[in-house]
């Protein structure tokens, strides 16, 4: 086998996930370049009344949820922002500027943009700034790491003691829902920002981190693509620890916040898709 899965009921009592950082430890949102813009009217009224729904994607790939170029985005978050649009009988607008999911998110909370669709972790950090949506996805947390510096870390011991009480170098992307949960999951851990997730991978691979810390779809399409990785790396899912996706809205959009969700209700998305339905739909066919 090439991963290990651990209940987080064991593993991480000393630092329940539902603590709320200080706020001088959360992570700053990215500032998109370039002026502000005016911001947006809120709203379903405004929406209709300009004739756009403006939404927020990073620019990075992320498949599937979201990637492809500006002029022909792709994937599930691409295809649920084009319905909503017509659903709302407006075009759609996508705003690809952000360089993070914190930079997406930093868009609504400027009101530069209605909606943010780019698999965004609902965190209590981000909730207290804008609404979430019903969740759509739902994935558990996971962990890619060296096999070699792990086995210097466990010093013999259990791989799973050697998670409980993991003080070693963990990766994470900056600017997303898993920085905030290495801090608060990992208190003993070395935490390092990355750019960008192939550049984590890399860092994994040459034994420059120990860790790589994210959701098991990225682990589960990681090794899918590479399956060369598990010569030098093993996974591991946190069982206990979920992070669900959702559409972020506006919190001075209660109406276009039910007519999200009412969307993915009528249109079957309510039930939260996991890891092994999205690879089995649409990695394995890719």
């Avoid at 990075?60 to 709302?88: C, R, V």
């Avoid at 990766?171 to 990992?186: K, M, P």
Wanted: no cysteine; net charge neutral; proline share 6%.
């Amino acid at each position: 086998m090439h991963g290990i899965m651990i209940s987080r009921r064991v593993l991480f009592l000393a630092a329940p996930v539902l603590a709320i950082p200080p706020v001088a430890a959360a992570a700053q949102p990215e500032q998109p370049d370039g002026p502000p813009a005016a911001p947006l009217a809120g709203d379903i009224d405004a929406i209709l009344a300009r004739q756009t729904l403006v939404v927020a994607m990073p620019g990075f790939q992320s498949f599937p949820f979201f990637g492809g170029s500006n002029d022909k985005p792709q994937g599930i978050d691409a295809d649920t922002s084009q319905q909503l649009a017509a659903a709302l009988g407006v075009k759609l607008v996508l705003d690809r500027s952000p360089t993070t999911f914190d930079g997406a998110v930093a868009l609504i909370e400027q009101g530069r943009a209605d909606i943010v669709v780019a698999k965004l972790s609902r965190t209590l950090g981000r909730a207290r700034n804008i609404s979430y949506s019903r969740p759509y996805a739902q994935l558990s947390h996971a962990l890619i790491i060296n096999r070699v510096r792990f086995a210097i870390l466990a010093d013999g011991r259990q791989p799973e003691d050697v998670v409980r009480s993991f003080d070693g170098e963990l990766g994470v992307i900056a600017g997303s829902s898993f920085e905030y949960y290495a801090r608060n999951n990992f208190t003993k851990a070395k935490v390092r920002t990355f750019l960008a997730w192939q550049e984590l991978v890399t860092a994994v691979r040459d034994g420059h981190v120990d860790a790589a810390y994210r959701d098991d779809l990225e682990i589960k399409r990681l090794l899918h693509e590479d399956p060369s990785l598990t010569i030098v790396a093993r996974s591991v899912t946190l069982t206990d620890l979920t992070d669900t996706i959702a559409i972020g809205v506006r919190r001075d959009s209660p109406h276009l916040l039910e007519f999200v969700n009412l969307f993915l209700e009528l249109s079957g998305r309510d039930k939260p898709m996991t890891a092994d339905e999205l690879v089995d739909r649409y990695l394995r066919k890719a």
